[in-house]
């Protein structure tokens, strides 16, 4: 698997209407923070070196995340490159995700419901698919994660990470 990590220190606003209101709305919100923890984010790939018209299943994760009770991930990838499989996004965190697809770009929402107790730890925050067009370099960038707390205090990363993997020319086999 490829990955980029970006590691953030919290920083505690006040959460405000928008894309996460359906989390506030729900009860919660996500990440809250102990003094000096920090939560990284990474982009993973399944296959690094995939043929012309395969799927490569595309992971997000969070490590060290502190009272994550919601969360947004903005994802932007080149249409030429890749096309995301609508209705492919899931996660094993219980509660509720919603996805949004327009012109390369790709947003998941996840939020906990009612008073289900926030998510810690290592995570793996979704799991999408991609086919691949090809051949040549294709990324995908992660442009942003926005956290709420259940205390709904909200973190934004931008640019949390990248995975690039490399679509092979037809005929040549995979190296």
Request: hydrophobic share 40%; with cysteine.
């Amino acid at each position: 698997m490829t990955t980029t990590p970006a590691r953030v220190g919290r920083t505690r606003l006040l959460a405000g209407a928008g894309v996460l209101g359906l989390a506030l709305c729900a009860g919660g919100a996500a990440v809250a923070t102990a003094d000096d923890a920090e939560t990284s984010f990474a982009v993973e790939v399944s296959d690094v070196a995939p043929g012309p018209g395969e799927t490569v299943e595309v992971t997000v994760t969070a490590s060290d995340a502190v009272d994550l009770y919601a969360y947004e991930l903005t994802l932007e990838y080149d249409r030429r490159d890749l096309t995301y499989v609508k209705g492919s996004a899931t996660t094993e965190i219980s509660g509720f995700t919603n996805e949004s697809v327009s012109k390369g770009s790709l947003e998941v929402v996840h939020t906990k419901l009612g008073t289900s107790p926030a998510a810690s730890g290592d995570i793996d925050l979704a799991t999408m698919t991609f086919r691949t067009h090809g051949p040549g370099e294709a990324e995908i960038d992660l442009a942003s994660v926005v956290t709420v707390s259940t205390d709904r205090d909200t973190a934004t990363v931008d640019d949390a990470g990248v995975a690039t993997l490399t679509v092979s020319t037809p005929g040549r086999g995979r190296g």
